[in-house]
Nanobody, 120 residues
Framework: VQLQASGGGWVQPGGSLRLSCAAS????????IGWFRQAPGKEREWVSC????????YYRDSVKGRFTISRDNAKNTAYLQMNNLQSEDTAVYYC??????????????WGRGTLVTVSS
């Protein structure tokens, strides 16, 4: 069972990036998919989650209206579209999987992170 996040990089403030989370070894549609991030010198924090049952989505307040989580079960991949990025979004982003969405870090599966850097 593996999750692989990709799509990170450098972007100027106000720019956009789309992160991908590819699953291998299991069918993504059975799981809720979440994203966490960890900024330099800070604790890891939950960002967003999309449920497996009805596609309900959840976001932390600071990214609402800017980030959109989605999933393509046929491609066994989930996405995090990030718009109007700000310097405080700079972090390593991790995708996670679990039977249900949670606001805690108790997700069963974690992928390697992808670095997002927002700076001018």
């Amino acid at each position: 069972v593996q999750l692989q996040a990709s799509g990170g990089g450098w972007v100027q403030p106000g720019g956009s990036l789309r992160l991908s989370c590819a699953a291998s070894g299991f069918a993504l549609y059975h799981y809720a998919i979440g994203w966490f991030r960890q900024a330099p010198g800070k604790e890891r924090e939950w960002v967003s989650c999309i449920s497996s049952s009805d596609g309900s989505t959840y976001y932390r307040d600071s990214v609402k209206g800017r980030f959109t989580i989605s999933r393509d079960n046929a491609k066994n991949t989930a996405y995090l579209q990030m718009n109007n990025l700000q310097s405080e979004d700079t972090a390593v982003y991790y995708c996670v999987a679990d039977p249900i969405c949670k606001g805690t870090q108790e997700y069963n599966y974690w992928g390697r992170g992808t670095l997002v850097t927002v700076s001018s």
